[in-house]
């Protein structure tokens, strides 16, 4: 059974960094995508970004494109969301999720694939993301 340990929340002020991180395990395959959803209070969940382990290629929210960026660290089973330039809107609590692709899913649609998925193999705890001066 896939396991998410995820750390790495704050509080920072609008313009900061933080960088968040899943430790995964339990993983029965080579074809995941592992990324992060946040929730802030009285909204709907939202995709932040995700990666691909049969590639590595990398998804991203337009609401984070050019801000926040994925990666892995494979030693490590570590999956980093480095956040960058913050802004008040992204106060949330983040989770990290995992979820096996199926070979039909075609590399271009990894992402929206995983944002549309309700059935994930794993959930991290959530960590909270404060952006406030």
């Known amino acids: 059974q896939v396991q998410l340990v995820e750390s790495g929340g704050g509080l920072v002020q609008p313009g900061g960094s933080l960088r968040l991180s899943c430790a995964a395990s339990g993983f029965t395959s080579d074809d995941y995508a592992i990324g992060w959803f946040r929730q802030a209070p009285g909204k709907e969940r939202e995709g932040v970004s995700c990666i691909s382990t049969r590639d590595d290629n990398t998804y991203y929210a337009d609401s984070v494109k050019g801000r926040f960026t994925i990666s892995r660290d494979n030693a490590k089973n570590t999956v980093y969301l480095q956040m960058n330039s913050l802004k008040r809107e992204d106060t949330a609590v983040y989770y990290c999720?995992?979820?096996?692709?199926?070979?039909?899913?075609?590399?271009?649609?990894?992402?929206?694939?995983?944002?549309?998925?309700?059935?994930?193999?794993?959930w991290g705890q959530g960590t909270q993301v404060t952006v406030s001066s």
């Open positions: 999720a995992a979820l096996r692709l199926p070979s039909f899913v075609h590399t271009s649609f990894v992402g929206i694939y995983f944002f549309g998925r309700t059935d994930f193999d794993s």
